[in-house]
């Protein structure tokens, strides 16, 4: 197996911080995209395909892999930056994002991209499909995680529901997934638009096991998700409080940048600061 | 009448399916009897999932565990398969080509008493317009039975639409399934019947009818509507030079529109559409819906009449 895995925090929140660069220009150079939750997800993202996940880049249908899916499609940058810097595929792919005859669509498409474990983008969906490949790890006695990161918005989807009882009814000990609680959808603040609160209490209540963390902190996400790797009896929620923007100070908690792409001076401020 | 319903010849075939490949699964959301699915469920209960009234999520799991070689059969009854979950099937089926089968049983109106929120008359429509489904509308229980075998061998999404009430047999246990091809089931020169599902059998009734009149009718089953026999479709549209269509299913979106369009491309000729006009059905008796709704022998005979006259 090869694989580029870092051990130290800092060397992760290096890592991190690349990526942020790499979101930055794809979207730039794409001329559309979501900055906002893809930055939210980021350290997350970083922990998984650089610390916890067992992967293999040179072989990405691998069948013991561990398994990611974005539910929240539409921070695809963030799953292509990750995906590239691992060695699926060229780092010179990542200028092409949303282009005509491309691999890298505006949002996952497991059938076009090295990495891509499902197809996601429409809200609600992914977390079924992480359901289903957790069932289909117990029934083959696999050892595999699937991860799985959903957003806070997305769960205003009732789909997101059933597939959370679903999880819990059949233990699925081998789900864990990450709420990326960033508190902003497209339009303005999740409160305000539906909000969804109390939502670890929720997922408690479904039958969950719930680990809250700042989804910023490095270490505290490189613990959680090694913690619910080994949890057993129940699917595990990570609620990790985000910033949506998290790393570009004009981005941050802001719904102006869900989905609107960097212009030329904008990506320049961001760069340096995340130089 | 001898006879069964298709749903039947899908419990028999998914099981059949089950012994001849580990990797057969079968997902059901509480209707797991009324599909027939609780043969499989005994005989390979570690393989079926009971997902609840929860029919999204059902798709999406199905979706998940085709990703990992699984062949899922996901069973429920046509409404809750298709309209319900018409964004799932896009998404997380059709979309990425995922190995999945959606055996949607209690099609049409057929259904009877349960009334129109339990009547799918536009579930075929809704399937055919969704790229990389496969759409099969088996005629009887053998042909259910081959066609469920024959999806679990096939890689991509089917849609398998199944009915509820018994119908009678029109081949035997015999019968091969070919994938993709049109049946003909009785040779002619006046005018052809293309019929699917329950409506094959009231085509060839018809064309008993028809034959006391002295008109020789074509009757093809086309049992897949999705991709279409064009080559079959045109040979035996052109055979006769008129078209009737049957079908248990608006006559938008469904075989009607489907044949319509080929002929429109291809071969121009009359033709005429026999199936649920653009309405909701309603509670009864299937046998007096079908004659209501205009599904039985007769409107077959009389929309010949009306064609013969443009031929």
Known sequence: MNRKRLESIQDLENQAKAIRRDIMMMIHQAGSGHPGGSLSATDIVTALYFNVMNIDPENPRWEDRDRFVLSKGHAAPVLYAALAESGYFQKEDLKHLREIDQHLQGHPDMKGTPGVDMTTGSLGQGISAAVGIALAGKLDQKEYIVYAVIGDGESQEGQVWEAVMAAAHFKLDNLVTILDHNRIQLVGPCCEIMSVEPAAEKFKAFGWHVIEIDGHNMEEIVKALTEAKAYKGKPVMIVAKTVKGKGVSFMENTAAWHGNAPGDEDLQRALAELA | ?311
């Open chain 2, 1 to 311: 009448m001898a006879g069964k319903a298709t749903r039947d010849g899908f419990g028999v075939g998914v099981l059949e399916a089950g012994k001849k490949n580990g990797n057969v699964v079968v997902l059901d959301a509480d209707v797991g009897s009324s599909t027939r699915v609780k043969n499989f469920m005994k005989e390979f209960p570690e393989r079926f999932f009971e997902m609840g009234i929860a029919e999204s999520n059902m798709v999406g799991v199905a979706a998940g565990l085709a990703t990992c070689g699984k062949i899922p059969f996901a069973s429920t009854f046509a409404v809750f398969a298709s309209s319900r979950v018409a964004d799932q099937l896009r998404n997380s089926v059709a979309y990425p080509k995922l190995n999945v089968k959606i055996a949607a049983t209690h099609a049409g109106i057929t259904v009877g008493p349960d009334g129109a929120t339990h009547q799918s008359v536009e579930d075929i429509a809704i399937l055919r317009s969704i790229p990389n489904f496969t759409v099969i509308v088996p005629c009887d229980y053998y042909e259910a039975k081959a066609a469920v075998e024959a999806a679990a061998e096939y890689n991509g999404p089917v849609y398998l639409r199944l009915t509820r009430g018994a119908v009678p047999f029109v081949f035997d246990e015999k019968y091969q399934f070919e994938w993709g091809k049109v049946v003909p089931l009785r040779d002619g020169q006046d005018v052809t019947i293309f019929a699917t599902g329950v409506m094959v059998d009231q085509a060839l009734k018809a064309a008993e009818i028809l034959e006391t009149e002295g008109i020789s009718a074509h009757v093809v089953n086309v049992h897949t509507l999705k991709p279409l026999d064009l080559e079959g479709v045109i040979r035996a549209a052109q055979k006769t030079g008129a078209v009737i269509t049957a079908e248990e299913h608006s006559i938008y979106g469904g075989l009607g529109s489907a044949i319509a369009e080929v002929l429109a491309e291809n071969a121009s000729l009359p033709m005429q559409r026999v199936g649920i006009k653009d309405t909701f059905g309603e509670s009864g008796e299937p046998d007096e819906l079908m004659e209501k709704y205009g599904l039985v022998d007769k409107n077959i005979v009389e929309a010949v009449h009306v064609v013969l006259k443009r031929k």
